[in-house]
């Protein structure tokens, strides 16, 4: 890669409790402008990568003991992850966590709590996220709580648009939604980062869909990258097919 990438994180250990080791020394990088997977099955470490990123760890005990993360030119593991929000980095985590007794619009407003412009620039890019999202824009004033599935993650991926975010790193979009729901969310992954330019790093267990969309893959096995390459080389890797693809 020749030119720098957005973020990189460098040879990180977490550890649990002081004493459970999950990530032993993991290396990736995003490109500006990519889409990058990381995959591996329930528990290899997905989950806890995306937070040591976004520095969300500490609330589960969780520290990163070694290593580094340059998130767009900044060492940025002394940044909370409000910080890092307003730097341009903002998780999306798993299982949606829309707040349920508000209203879609609402939550989408949410979004918009660590910037310092105007209301017109706002009301400007919740009118971007209705472009993105018409059926937010017809569920608008709804009870988030009482929308489906595949509202309540694009209600998510929403939000985190209101911070005008530069990369989102997205924790297992497809958890719990039917195919076709799936496909769409990832369409509209694809068309903000074609159009607007979001970088992106997925977590993802369905390997399939995310090497569709994603240009470059890491594979995690309890905690260590075993595989990395072009989501296209992957695609036709042995052992992936065996293993993640489910053709043997
Ligand atoms: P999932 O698809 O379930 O999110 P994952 O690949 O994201 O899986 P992690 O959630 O990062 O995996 O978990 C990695 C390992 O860390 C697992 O063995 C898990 O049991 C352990 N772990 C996660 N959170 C904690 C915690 N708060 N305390 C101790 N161990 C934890």
Redesign the pocket.
């Known amino acids: 890669q020749t030119v720098e990438p957005i973020l990189s994180v460098n040879n990180i250990e977490v550890i649990?409790?002081h004493v459970?080791l999950?990530l032993k020394g993991v290396s990736l990088t995003v490109p500006r402008g990519g889409i990058t997977a990381i995959l591996?099955?329930?528990?290899?470490?997905?989950?806890?990568?995306l937070k040591a990123i976004s520095n969300l760890l500490h609330a589960?005990?969780?520290e990163v003991t070694k290593g580094s993360i340059v998130f767009d030119g900044e060492e940025v593991q002394a940044l909370s992850s409000n910080l890092l929000v307003r730097r341009g980095c903002i998780q999306v985590m798993?299982g949606r966590h829309c707040f349920g007794h508000l209203s879609v619009e609402d939550n989408l407003m949410t979004g918009a709590f660590t910037r310092k412009d105007g209301a017109a620039a706002i009301k400007a890019d919740l009118d971007l996220v209705y472009d993105y999202f018409p059926r937010l824009k017809v569920r608008r004033t709804s009870q988030a709580g009482y929308t489906s599935g595949g509202e309540q993650q694009m209600t998510a991926i929403g939000r985190a648009l209101m911070s005008r975010p530069k990369m989102i790193l997205l924790?297992?979009p497809s958890m719990g939604l039917a195919p076709q729901l799936v496909e769409e969310i990832f369409e509209i992954v694809k068309k903000l980062n074609d159009e607007q330019g979001v970088s992106f790093l997925l977590?993802e267990?369905n390997t399939n869909v995310a090497l569709r969309y994603a240009k470059y893959g890491y594979i995690?096995e309890s905690?260590r990258v075993v595989l990395d390459g072009e989501a296209a080389a992957l695609r036709e890797n042995d052992d992936v097919k065996e293993f993640y693809l489910g053709v043997g």
């Open positions: 649990y409790d459970i999950v591996g099955a329930n528990g290899a470490g997905k989950t806890t990568t589960e005990r969780g798993e924790d297992e977590a267990q995690l905690g």
